[in-house]
């Protein structure tokens, strides 16, 4: 692994964040009757401003205007319908469509571990010590602190850092920023950019064997259609251990015919761009990194792994999906 080179992608990226959220910072500033004055403009212009809230103690929802966007689970969330199922943290759920339907599942029947969207590894290795954060055997995500939590009308910023935990010892560090763009006539982008950092000890991450599953992954909730669309096109065989920088899945999660969905776009900078996936018609899309060759993680350096999220109406076509794929790789290059 070439760490310097990551270590200045790392602070780039940093930066870049730390950029927009002082404009964040600069927004919200002032009296709460000079905020209130910005939103009557703001409405009257027809802009929808962002906000957070509460849901309980547990979850933090995200708003524009009067359409939910997404909900990030930060406390430990359990499903009565899954009594038997692990209790899960630090991951994103519901995350909603453009016209309000529910994208993303949790808990669902065939796979109980399968949660939102989220992050997590089948095989993580400390010592001699083997663990699995995609079931949560002997590991945990927990969360530890707010880095942000920002809105204005151009668009909100969330940043979050959490622990990897092995009984009361914190063995990985995780720091996660997302920044939520405001829906347009193409539909939504989210950028997600997540970095680990090993603490106290080396640690080694690899996909599970045969399907590379293993990192950023994007569980569907119920559909009675579903199309998959890779670079090559529609796909109507699930795909394994394939390199792809970029993945759609659609279907009628509107149910009665309307038809939405979601691609994950991954950055160029990505390490061993393009990354293998797993691509699944019950509804998920799995980034695989490093996929089924272990890749070790030396302590105290870092890794940065970004994507985008494109929310949108209807089935795109591949030229379509790829134009927008090619506008986020000049935007990452920026």
């Known amino acids: 692994m070439n760490m310097p080179g990551r270590k200045l992608r790392v602070s780039l990226r940093t930066a870049a964040f730390l950029n927009v959220l002082s404009c964040a910072l600069i927004f919200g500033q002032g009296s709460l009757a000079a905020k209130d004055q910005r939103t009557k403009k703001s409405t009257a212009s027809g802009q929808q401003h962002f906000r957070f809230e509460a849901v309980g103690d547990k979850s933090l929802k995200l708003w524009e205007g009067e359409r939910p966007v997404l909900v990030y689970n930060h406390g430990v969330m359990?499903?009565?319908?899954?009594?038997?199922?692990?209790?899960?943290?630090?991951?994103?759920?519901?995350?909603?469509?453009?016209?309000?339907?529910?994208?993303?599942?949790?808990?669902p029947k065939d796979h109980e571990s399968h949660r939102g969207l989220h992050w997590a590894w089948?095989?993580?290795k400390i010592d001699d010590q083997e663990v699995d954060l995609w079931s949560l055997r002997d590991i945990r995500?927990?969360?530890?602190?707010?880095?942000?939590?920002?809105?204005?009308?151009?668009?909100?910023v969330l940043g979050v850092e959490n622990g990897w935990f092995v009984g009361s010892k914190r063995v990985m560090l995780e720091r996660v920023w997302a920044r939520i763009h405001p829906a347009s006539s193409q539909g939504r982008f989210?950028?997600?950019?997540?970095?680990?950092?090993?603490?106290?000890?080396?640690?080694?991450?690899?996909?599970?064997?045969?399907k590379s599953y293993g990192g950023l992954t994007l569980r569907f909730g119920p559909r009675s259609k579903t199309i998959i669309t890779a670079p090559s096109?529609?796909?109507?065989?699930?795909?394994?251990?394939?390199?792809?920088?970029?993945?759609?899945?659609?279907?009628?999660?509107?149910?009665?015919?309307?038809?939405?969905?979601?691609?994950?776009?991954?950055?160029?900078?990505?390490?061993?761009?393009?990354?293998?996936?797993m691509t699944r018609h019950y509804g998920l899309l799995a980034?695989?990194?490093?996929?089924?060759?272990?890749?070790?993680?030396?302590?105290?350096?870092?890794?940065s792994l970004s994507y985008r999220i494109w929310i949108h109406r209807g089935v795109p076509e591949t030229a379509e999906i790829q134009k927008a794929y090619d506008t986020y790789r000049r935007q990452s290059k920026d």
């Open 78 to 107: 359990t499903s009565q319908s899954a009594p038997n199922a692990k209790g899960r943290s630090s991951y994103f759920h519901p995350v909603y469509g453009l016209d309000g339907e529910v994208l993303t599942d949790d808990f």
């Open 233 to 277: 096109g529609r796909s109507s065989e699930d795909l394994l251990i394939t390199r792809l920088p970029w993945a759609d899945l659609s279907g009628d999660l509107k149910g009665r015919g309307a038809l939405s969905g979601a691609a994950v776009f991954v950055n160029t900078k990505h390490p061993s761009y393009p990354p293998t996936w």
């Open 190 to 210: 989210i950028d997600l950019d997540l970095t680990l950092t090993p603490e106290g000890r080396p640690i080694t991450l690899w996909g599970a064997e045969g």
């Open 141 to 156: 995500h927990e969360f530890q602190r707010w880095l942000a939590r920002e809105t204005n009308s151009k668009g909100a």
């Open 122 to 124: 089948p095989h993580i």
């Open 287 to 303: 980034v695989g990194w490093p996929g089924i060759t272990p890749q070790t993680l030396p302590a105290g350096k870092a890794v």
